[in-house]
């Protein structure tokens, strides 16, 4: 089955500059991966020319296998790269970050899920970088409040975790294993763990969707007091992969933002091309958290004990 012919707003420029060679040169260095670069994001020559990079830790293979995702994906990954904490710190302290994303993969055939590795980074980060505002885009975990607690109490400035798509499309795009409840319930247990902390979500389209089952994954993600909202143009990496159902045009993208503003999101980035970690949607939630703190300068207050 052919592709569909994308539209002439689905334009990205050809990674070139001296920036994006840097980081890309140090991470081979670091033997990091970048989400970046394994979910093929079109982005990544303008997020990494201006200085951002998204940093994908517990390896490059997952143990899921959403349709909808480039990354590699294996029952058993490589073991865990211990110094992996202490050399995502290094990079980013050497990259001078303002704002830096940590994401991962799924780790289901470890005991924890990784939580513990996941944290050690953030902290390592916290203590090389202490001016850096650190988002994290992490895994469901199962929905394990323990594992979501190691996380949440390495007090990292943003967690996002991604719902992907409406409630009916989520067996078709997502693992088995992952789940539109599961995903709520992450984000709602995150609040429940640390109201301090902000929470962020993102939503692909074109798979199918309908506009009355955006808004209501929107409404969704309100009702767990989901603070910060991205939406985005899936565009099918490989012919093996979800096919895209629907390019959705630029005024669908301002009229998501519009409503989703009305419905109480601190902040929404909608467009073709946007992704969960777009600029990492530093420059608004940047400004935005800096506002909060400067209001209030009180240190994060600590994080309530899991249940």
């Not at 199962?142 to 989520?170: D, K, S, Y």
């Not at 979500?201 to 506009?211: A, C, P």
């Not at 099918?236 to 109480?264: N, T």
Request: net charge neutral; with cysteine.
């Amino acid at each position: 089955m052919a592709r569909t012919p994308k539209p002439p707003w689905i334009k990205v420029k050809l990674p070139s500059t001296p920036r994006y060679a840097q980081i890309k040169a140090r991470a081979r260095e670091l033997k990091l991966s970048t989400v970046c670069e394994e979910a093929m994001c079109p982005n990544i020559g303008e997020c990494w020319g201006g200085g951002t990079a998204t940093f994908m830790v517990m390896g490059d293979t997952c143990t899921r296998g959403c349709r909808f995702c480039a990354v590699d994906t294996s029952r058993k990954p490589s073991p865990l790269d211990l110094d992996e904490p202490h050399n995502v710190a290094m990079a980013i302290k050497e990259m001078d970050l303002d704002y830096v994303v940590i994401t991962s993969v799924d780790r289901d055939d470890i005991a924890d899920g990784g939580a513990s590795h996941f944290a050690a980074c953030i902290r390592e980060t916290r203590t090389n970088s202490p001016k850096t505002m650190v988002e994290v885009l992490i895994p469901d975990f199962r929905g394990h409040l323990g594992q979501l607690m190691a996380v949440v109490e390495a007090r990292p400035n943003v967690i996002a975790h991604n719902v992907e798509t409406c409630e009916r499309l989520t067996p078709t795009v997502r693992d088995p294993r992952a789940g539109y409840a599961q995903s709520l319930g992450v984000l709602r247990a995150i609040k429940k763990l640390d109201p301090a902390r902000y929470t962020k979500s993102s939503i692909m389209v074109g798979v199918g969707e309908t506009e009355d089952e955006v808004l209501q994954t929107m409404r969704d993600l309100r009702a767990v007091d989901c603070d910060f909202l991205t939406l985005g143009q899936y565009l099918q990496p490989s012919p093996k992969h979800l096919a895209v159902e629907s390019f959705i045009h630029p005024d669908q993208f301002e009229r998501y933002r519009v409503l989703g503003e009305e419905m109480g999101f601190k902040y929404v980035a909608s467009g073709p091309l946007v992704r969960s970690s777009y600029k990492a949607g530093e420059f608004f939630i940047r400004d935005f958290i800096g506002k909060q703190q400067a209001a209030s300068p009180t240190p994060d207050a600590p994080a309530a004990q899991a249940k």
